[in-house]
């Protein structure tokens, strides 16, 4: 067996290799190792999923953010973007008219917008949770206190989306403002851990200043961490900010990790995300093919979607919701896999 055979053998017997072993499986990328991962990959989330593959409803809540990530294209200082913030009673509507359509997980989803207090957001999970009690809801809020992240909690949310954006400190530096901090994230996480939520973090492929290096830092972080879910997309700049002439993360190497990803933790919940439907036309059926398991139309008003765009080009900006899911249940199907109405918890092996 050649080396990177052997590593491939290894990680999928043990779930576990070095830093330099991720790199060297990271940089001896070939078509022929995509190929042997997928499959390996495909198995492990067979013989726990099934062709079960999981909807999970964003609802984008706000697009006004206090934070300036150099990527994104809901940053502060993009005042070209169109702000607006959705009421309560509009993102209650979407939850309903997700529900009618199969969704069982609805996900807030926003930039950090200081409106959304405890109070405001409380009030509209317990809403939630009351009118659709067979469902899960998740926050993607950004960073708040140990405090928040509690009362979130006890009014009802059962899961936090955070990403952590990179595992390398130099790196998390390079792709943020200052003001922002790698510790304070690593604590986010681990708050939301401690509280008991199922925490999902995850990372951009192909960021600025990203090498295999950085990559390896996040495999290794993943398995250490463990999240039950795990968000991975191609960076794609936005023109709005100072990363606009950068280049696109391929849809190759994204699934390329995606299966790595299975492989080390084969019952995680992992998204074919918006962002690799973005950067390649048939991107979100590669990454099920590759290893994901869930995939997240959009639930937000047409009137907003075009406006939370965090990347130029974003896909689905223009269909209802409706028009998506059957747009998807015909891609899924065609692949060989089906969509569940499921909450879509992670099984345990
Ligand atoms: N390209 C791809 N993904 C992006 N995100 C933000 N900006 C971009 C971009 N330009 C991702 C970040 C963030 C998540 C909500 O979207 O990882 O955590
Ligand atoms: Fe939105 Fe195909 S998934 S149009």
Same mark, same amino acid.
């Given at each position: 067996m050649s080396d990177t055979d052997l590593l491939i053998d290894k990680l999928f017997h043990t779930g576990h290799?070095?830093?330099?072993?991720?790199?060297?499986?990271?940089?001896?990328?070939?078509? @022929?190792?995509?190929?042997?991962?997928?499959?390996? $990959? #495909?198995?492990?989330?067979? *013989?726990?999923?099934?062709?079960?593959?999981?909807?999970?409803?964003?609802?984008?809540?706000?697009?006004?953010?206090r934070n300036d990530c150099y990527y994104c294209g809901i940053r502060r200082s993009n005042t070209e973007c169109d702000r607006y913030r959705l009421t309560q009673e509009e993102i209650l509507a979407c939850a309903d008219t997700g529900y009618e359509l199969g969704?069982?997980?609805?996900?807030?989803?926003g930039g950090e917008d200081p409106f959304f207090s405890d109070d405001v957001l409380?009030?509209?999970?317990? @809403?939630?949770?009351?009118?659709?009690?067979?469902? $899960? #809801?998740?926050?993607?809020? *950004?960073e708040r206190s140990k405090e928040s992240y509690q009362r979130l909690y006890d009014a009802g949310a059962d899961r936090y989306l955070l990403r952590h954006e990179t595992a390398d400190r130099t790196h998390y530096g390079r792709l943020h403002p200052e003001e922002m901090s790698f510790d304070n994230r690593m604590r986010c996480l681990q708050d939301l851990r401690d509280i008991g939520y199922m925490v999902g973090c995850g990372f951009m492929v192909s960021s600025p200043y990203q090498t295999s290096a950085e990559l390896a830092k996040d495999l290794r972080f993943i398995e250490e961490f463990r999240p039950d879910m795990c968000g991975i997309g191609p960076f794609i700049p936005h023109k709005n900010t100072p990363f606009r002439d950068e280049?696109?993360?391929s849809a190759e190497l994204t699934?390329?990790?995606?299966?790595?990803?299975?492989?080390?933790?084969?019952?995680?919940?992992?998204?074919?995300?918006?962002?690799l439907g973005t950067s390649d036309v048939v991107g979100r059926e590669k990454?099920?093919?590759?290893?994901?398991?869930?995939?997240?139309?959009?639930?937000?008003?047409?009137?907003?979607?075009?406006?939370?765009?965090?990347?130029?080009?974003?896909?689905?900006?223009?269909?209802?919701?409706?028009?998506?899911?059957?747009?998807?249940?015909?891609?899924?199907?065609?692949?060989?896999?089906?969509?569940?109405?499921?909450?879509?918890?992670?099984?345990?092996?």
């Amino acid at each position: 067996m050649s080396d990177t055979d052997l590593l491939i053998d290894k990680l999928f017997h043990t779930g576990h290799l070095e830093e330099d072993e991720y790199r060297c499986l990271i940089d001896g990328r070939t078509d @022929e190792l995509a190929g042997k991962l997928a499959a390996l $990959a #495909v198995q492990k989330r067979e *013989g726990i999923y099934g062709k079960d593959v999981f909807i999970r409803g964003p609802i984008e809540i706000s697009n006004i953010c206090r934070n300036d990530c150099y990527y994104c294209g809901i940053r502060r200082s993009n005042t070209e973007c169109d702000r607006y913030r959705l009421t309560q009673e509009e993102i209650l509507a979407c939850a309903d008219t997700g529900y009618e359509l199969g969704f069982r997980t609805f996900v807030l989803q926003g930039g950090e917008d200081p409106f959304f207090s405890d109070d405001v957001l409380c009030s509209i999970i317990s @809403e939630i949770k009351s009118r659709h009690g067979d469902c $899960a #809801v998740t926050l993607s809020m *950004g960073e708040r206190s140990k405090e928040s992240y509690q009362r979130l909690y006890d009014a009802g949310a059962d899961r936090y989306l955070l990403r952590h954006e990179t595992a390398d400190r130099t790196h998390y530096g390079r792709l943020h403002p200052e003001e922002m901090s790698f510790d304070n994230r690593m604590r986010c996480l681990q708050d939301l851990r401690d509280i008991g939520y199922m925490v999902g973090c995850g990372f951009m492929v192909s960021s600025p200043y990203q090498t295999s290096a950085e990559l390896a830092k996040d495999l290794r972080f993943i398995e250490e961490f463990r999240p039950d879910m795990c968000g991975i997309g191609p960076f794609i700049p936005h023109k709005n900010t100072p990363f606009r002439d950068e280049e696109q993360g391929s849809a190759e190497l994204t699934c390329y990790l995606l299966s790595i990803i299975r492989l080390i933790y084969p019952s995680i919940l992992l998204p074919a995300t918006t962002a690799l439907g973005t950067s390649d036309v048939v991107g979100r059926e590669k990454g099920i093919l590759a290893g994901a398991n869930v995939i997240m139309p959009n639930l937000s008003p047409v009137r907003v979607r075009k406006k939370y765009e965090l990347y130029d080009g974003k896909i689905c900006t223009g269909e209802e919701t409706a028009e998506c899911i059957r747009c998807l249940e015909g891609r899924i199907n065609k692949i060989g896999y089906r969509i569940v109405v499921d909450r879509g918890d992670i099984r345990k092996e």
